[in-house]
């Protein structure tokens, strides 16, 4: 069974960082593909930051350089630091796993990150 669990969500002040973890048990890394997403209330979900084989990144326009994606395929586990936060950062992130050939597709649960003004 395929498992994604988030942690490290929480209140931060704007100005400040998190760092959020995602441990995938089940499945190995490998060369496949992970990425952060965020949903806001009402909206749909939205493309955070995504990394690739060979540790390509990807970043949605709003990181503007504040965010970094990492993997660490010997601990399974994906990390997404965050700074400089705003108060639009504030959602429900979620990690997600999907194999390199779209045949496999996994989500987290999802982390509450607030961020107060």
């Known amino acids: 069974q395929v498992r994604l669990v988030e942690s490290g969500g929480g209140l931060v002040q704007a100005g400040g960082s998190l760092r959020l973890s995602c441990e995938v048990s089940?499945?190995?890394?490998?060369?496949?593909?992970m990425a952060w997403y965020r949903q806001h209330p009402g909206k749909e979900r939205e493309l955070v930051a995504g990394?690739?084989?060979?540790?390509?990144?990807k970043y949605g326009e709003f990181v503007e350089g504040r965010f970094t994606i990492s993997r660490d395929n010997a601990v399974n586990t994906v990390y997404l630091e965050m700074n400089s936060m705003k108060p639009e950062d504030t959602a429900v992130y979620y990690c997600?796993?999907?194999?390199?050939?779209?045949?496999?597709?996994?989500w987290g649960q999802g982390t509450q990150v607030t961020v107060s003004s």
């Open positions: 089940g499945i190995g890394l490998g060369f496949n593909v």
């Open positions: 997600n796993f999907r194999s390199i050939d779209n045949s496999e597709d996994y």
């Open positions: 990394i690739f084989p060979g540790r390509v990144t």
